[in-house]
């Protein structure tokens, strides 16, 4: 398997942002929400085990998971959480290292919010971390998805604590200043990714 780097970070922190950027370099990108989007797509044995548990309303009109239900079943529910995922995230781990195995650039970037409580960890060699403060946060989650401001906090809170996120990284983007300062940012760790690739082969 090829060189891959985990990119994390907590909500409204600019992964995504930062990886677009990588992506403009001509880096593989490769997304733990999307893949958690596809190991739920009909037909498939993880959507059939949700309906069976929480009833065909769990599904929309044409037949897809219900995502936003979902999220509020298992949210304040830590054993329907477990649960969930228990059934999902070896799917999604499996599908994000097909994916990996696959890549056809030097090294490629792992997207993942849950990278680090997750088995996902293991599928990369080194790991990048967004940074923001929780009020940087609080500010750019409000100001891209509206909703309210406890139901912001509360996913914060879930997420691994910022000072334990940053004790695992082995690089950090300071993304306070915004999105201006970040392609000098990126294209200095592109260049010790491309080394560190090299080293790997």
Known sequence: MGFAVG????????????????AGLGVDVFDADAAAREVVEPPSAALDAIRERHGPEILTASGMLDRPRLRRLVFDDSGERKWLEDLLHP?????????????????CLLVSPLLLETSQRRLVGRVLVVDVSRNTQLQRSLLRDGGDRATIEAIIDAQMPRDRRLAVADDIIDNEAGEDALPTRVQGLHRLYLKRAKSHE
């Open 91 to 107: 799917l999604i781990g499996e599908r994000l290292r097909r994916q990996i195995a696959g890549s056809k650039s030097a090294y």
């Open 7 to 22: 990119l994390t970070g907590g909500i409204g922190s600019g992964k995504s942002t930062v990886a677009r950027i990588f």
